[in-house]
């Protein structure tokens, strides 16, 4: 099948949750067999590991021009990652192409995490209009429960239409490494105790909470040591916070790191955390990554991460925003480094079954594939039809 990637807000070079994903999927459908052309906010080079990347102009006209050369006539459909579907609704209707949406959060709660309360008002303005966007795309995809709960109910769109399809992870890149040689060539010290955090540094991914309650450890776990890895718009309230708590001689705040590396930090770790806002809606790359290596989970009991390590045995999930509770469930981790190791080999195990990048692709792909199909039969999509006279 021949599909026009539309990531029109990411740079795909860039190591960050979005990038990653865009990314990897494409990488994964190329490899089940499919064309795929992305068109993105990458400046820097034509192709990516396989993909022919074209970087998107800034204007909608622009983009839109964009889509009618690289997929006009080419393309046998759209794959949109955005929340407002404004181009590839537009594109499918200039260019008679079948158009698939995939939605990775709730726009209001992003942009209250943020602070941006005025445009969540502009937002709820703009609901109607995204929600017909969305009702005329051949099929949405969601990357949580919650989000595909949410869709369903703001934008009226029949359960039919909007499937539940989670992330993944690179199998093959995060995988299992000793921890003393992964320490050794990070110069961490051998017989510390490490938590991790992997992400991009924004208020929705609670590494506030994860200091204080690193900190409140501080005593009773001497050795304990958290490693921060990324960047972003909290970085520097987050180093104050820890200056604050006394705690700053016992972070490590890496900065961004290529993708290649960072299986060195989470394989160099004891435990990963992902302590997620209580309102947080998404399929955490993070966590499949962390797991993967086969390092247990500390995380915050919310959509698409509570269930799944409880079910998987693989990590504990705490009230979201409550530092001694998630305190006390890194410290039995921590003093239980026996069950810490089989909840990661399980977590390994699951993963590899079930959130490899392979295994959404061909969900994505088995979606697309439909999508085309019955936009081709279709009379009410047939723009070539011709009537008889009255």
Not at 306 to 314: C, I, M, P
Not at 323 to 330: D, E, G, N, Q
Not at 358 to 384: C, I, N, P, Q, Y
């Amino acid at each position: 099948m021949r599909i026009l990637f539309l990531a029109l807000d990411t740079n795909i070079h860039v190591c960050r949750g979005d990038g990653v994903h865009v990314r990897e999927l494409a990488q994964a459908l190329v490899r089940l067999g499919h064309e795929v052309r992305v068109l993105s906010a990458t400046r820097n080079g034509r192709t990516f590991a396989g993909i022919t990347n074209f970087c998107r102009p800034d204007s909608t006209l622009g983009q839109l021009a964009a889509i009618r050369k690289h997929g006009g006539g080419w393309a046998q459909v759209i794959y949109e990652r955005r929340m407002s579907p404004k181009i590839s609704f537009l594109a499918s209707a200039l260019n008679r192409i079948p158009f698939v949406v995939e939605v990775n959060g709730i726009l209001d709660d992003e942009l209250r995490s943020q602070g941006s309360g005025t445009a969540v008002a502009g937002n709820a303005l703009r609901t109607p209009v995204r929600g017909l966007m969305l009702q005329a795309a051949s099929h949405v995809v969601a990357v949580s429960d919650g989000i595909r709960e949410d869709l369903i109910r703001r934008y009226r769109l029949a359960s039919a239409k909007v499937s539940t399809i989670p992330n993944g992870a690179n199998i093959d890149l995060f995988r299992p490494s000793d921890k003393q040689t992964a320490r050794a060539r990070l110069g961490l010290q051998t017989d510390a105790k490490y938590v991790s955090f992997v992400g991009n540094l924004v208020a929705w991914q609670g590494v506030e909470t994860l200091i204080r309650a690193c900190a409140s450890l501080r005593d009773s776990l001497p050795t304990l040591h958290v490693l921060i890895v990324g960047d972003g718009p909290e970085a520097g309230r987050i180093r104050s916070l820890a200056e604050g708590l006394n705690f700053l001689d016992r972070m490590m705040l890496v900065g961004s790191v290529p993708y290649v590396d960072v299986p060195i930090f989470i394989n160099a770790s004891d435990v990963c955390a992902a302590p997620f806002t209580a309102t947080r809606k998404a399929s955490p790359i993070k966590v499949y990554e962390a797991l993967a290596c086969a390092r247990p989970v500390v995380a915050s009991d919310v959509d698409g991460v509570g269930g799944l390590l409880r079910s998987w045995s693989a990590g504990l999930a705490v009230e979201p925003e409550n530092p001694p509770t998630l305190a006390h469930a890194i410290e039995w981790m921590l003093n239980h480094p026996d069950e810490a190791v089989a909840m990661g080999t399980r977590g390994r195990e699951h993963v590899v079954n079930d959130r490899s990048w392979d295994a959404t692709a061909r969900a994505v792909a088995g979606v697309l594939e439909k999508a085309s199909v019955e936009f081709m039969h279709d009379d009410s999509f047939r723009f070539d039809r011709t009537t008889s006279s009255p």
